[in-house]
């Protein structure tokens, strides 16, 4: 019976093998014995400090990294979640009326008649919110996102205000946006340094819109982790019975990497779910996105100053402006027909035809490829 099998018995189980083994030798189970008195328990925290203790960083400098962030790299696997939510949100809440989500999160959960819907957002939700709560501290101090402090003040629950979990550019949403940020973060500086000191680099990139479960860093400590390093770790029955600890750090950091971190994407900020109003959008990259998608050239001035003249009121052109936003709105994402008139667009494309007036006959019947002048 080797040392090292006999320093993974738990101390009930060496009384046991006394009791119900007394053909054993004495020696067998004092070394038992000894082994359980004597052994420290090993957790994430006591192997991060034995890898300071041994120059980790400079020896070991991907397990080193791993385990000063472990703590936060552990809710990155919650990031498709998050934002799925948030993605969900978006589509139910763009363009609505902020007045008519002031309410609790508690309050938006139980609006919903499905149980199935409620019982998704429940789950979702408590995730946003356990994590924000693991993180808020870090994100205080370390997010790139810069928030009042009176943000971190008080965990969140579902008594919290709802406009805490709808990203956006400021206010309370800048919270989801942040935290959405901070994980993506978390991942990319473990997959940069673990690409940084192998000698393979076969990386690539997925945008936020993109992420699955299958692209970020995801285990679970007590069934992934914890059996990794035991594995790894090693006792020995000095002279004068004392029992000495060793891990193989190498090999944890090899295992660690193969297992958990490579075949891992870089992930970008790219379509991040972002709830936007109409005060807050950038229309330089709205008609960047359009210009991509479809060809744009000049209106001539003639059709400038037809449009001018029929707007003729402030309501005229607060009509138009609002047509034309929800336009801008969906040429930027899906792209259109640069050939085709506005006002067909706007009628026969997204069923607007009740919205049809004057204004949409006169402002609207320039090209689509000339959308921006038509703004301007």
Same mark, same amino acid.
């Given at each position: 019976?080797?040392?090292s099998?006999l320093?993974?018995?738990p101390k009930?189980?060496m009384?046991?093998l ?7 030798p ?15 328990k090993?957790?994430v925290e006591?192997l991060q400090?034995?890898v300071?203790?041994k120059?980790?960083?400079?020896m070991?400098?991907v ?17 498709p979640?998050i ?9 139910q809440?763009?363009?609505v ?7 609790s ?5 139980s609006s919903?008649?499905?149980d199935?819907l ?9 995730i946003f ?7 808020r501290?870090?994100?205080?101090t370390?997010?790139?996102i810069?928030?009042?402090?009176? &943000?971190?003040n ?6 919290t ?8 550019r400021?206010?309370l ?6 935290l959405?940020?901070?994980l ?5 500086e473990?997959? &940069?340094?673990?690409?940084k ?6 990386? $690539? ?5 993109e ?6 860093v995801s &285990?679970e ?13 090693h $006792?020995?029955v ?5 029992t ?6 190498e090999?944890?950091?090899r295992?660690?990497?193969s ?7 870089r ?23 359009i ?11 003639s ?10 009121s ?5 009509e ?8 801008l709105g ?13 006002n067909?667009y ?8 009740d919205q049809?007036?004057?204004?949409l ?10 959308i ?5």
């Amino acid at each position: 019976m080797s040392a090292s099998a006999l320093a993974l018995w738990p101390k009930s189980y060496m009384v046991t093998l006394q009791a119900s083994c007394p053909s054993c030798p004495r020696k067998v189970w004092l070394i038992a014995q000894r082994f359980g008195a004597c052994r420290k328990k090993i957790t994430v925290e006591y192997l991060q400090h034995v890898v300071e203790q041994k120059n980790g960083k400079e020896m070991v400098p991907v397990l080193w990294q791993f385990l000063q962030k472990e703590a936060e790299l552990r809710l990155v696997k919650f990031l498709p979640e998050i934002l799925a939510l948030q993605r969900d949100l978006v589509k139910q809440f763009q363009n609505v009326p902020e007045d008519e989500y002031s309410c609790s999160i508690r309050s938006f959960i139980s609006s919903h008649s499905s149980d199935g819907l409620r019982q998704l957002f429940h789950n979702r939700i408590t995730i946003f919110l356990s994590t924000w709560n693991a993180l808020r501290r870090s994100l205080e101090t370390n997010g790139e996102i810069k928030l009042p402090k009176g &943000y971190f003040n008080s965990e969140l629950d579902l008594d919290t205000d709802f406009k805490v979990i709808l990203p956006r550019r400021r206010g309370l949403g800048l919270c989801s946006t942040a935290l959405v940020s901070y994980l993506i973060n978390l991942h990319n500086e473990i997959i &940069y340094t673990m690409e940084k000191f192998s000698k393979e680099n076969n990386s $690539y990139a997925v945008d936020a819109s993109e992420v699955t479960d299958l692209h970020v860093v995801s &285990y679970e400590v007590e069934r992934d982790l914890m059996p990794l390093i035991l594995s790894n770790c090693h $006792y020995q029955v000095e002279q004068g019975g004392e029992t000495s600890q060793e891990f193989d750090l190498e090999k944890i950091q090899r295992q660690i990497s193969s297992h958990f971190l490579q075949g891992k994407p870089r992930l970008t900020l790219k379509g991040i779910p972002t709830l936007v109003y109409r005060h807050d959008w950038n229309f330089e990259h709205l008609f960047v996105d359009i210009k991509n998608k479809m060809a744009q050239s000049p209106l001539p001035n003639s059709a400038m100053g037809a449009i001018s003249g029929e707007l003729r009121s402030y309501s005229d052109v607060c009509e138009a402006l609002s047509i034309i936003e929800v336009t801008l709105g969906f040429l930027g994402t899906a792209g259109g027909d640069s050939n085709m008139h506005l006002n067909v667009y706007v009628q026969d494309i997204l069923q607007m035809s009740d919205q049809t007036t004057p204004v949409l006959k006169v402002g609207l019947v320039c090209f689509s490829r000339r959308i921006r002048i038509t703004l301007s």
